[in-house]
């Protein structure tokens, strides 16, 4: 199967967990392709001053890998800046959220996986 970037499904989120701004997530894998698997196998473009609010992942795990700009991420009240090929790994019964202190869009891959039992 080939899905063109114009095929692709772009989802704007207003307010994603409570964070701030719009947030478009571009699923390039919608999850029923990919049942049992996961929820969430999208690109993200975050603009200046937007956020994803802090969350936690119960029975899943979300993996992120920044294409291009810079995330401050609450790492579980830990907050770290990660850049451009830095990624982060929020496990299953952890929690954490992503925002965009920058003047440039914030761009990065993003998946949420279900749990192995």
């Not at 200046?48 to 890998?65: K, N, Q």
Request: some cysteine.
């Amino acid at each position: 199967m080939i899905r063109r970037k114009d095929e692709i499904r772009i989802r704007p989120v207003m307010n994603a967990q409570g964070g701030e701004g719009e947030v478009v997530f571009y699923d390039w894998l919608l999850p029923e392709e990919a049942p049992g698997h996961g929820r969430v196998f999208s690109k993200l473009v975050i603009p200046p001053g937007a956020s994803i609010g802090y969350h936690s992942h119960e029975g899943e795990f979300e993996a992120f890998y920044v294409l291009s700009g810079e995330a401050t991420v609450n790492d579980n009240g830990n907050e770290v800046v990660l850049k451009e090929g830095d990624m982060h790994i929020c496990k299953d019964g952890n929690g954490h959220g992503t925002k965009n202190k920058t003047d440039k869009d914030l761009v990065m891959m993003a998946l949420i996986m279900n749990s192995l039992a």
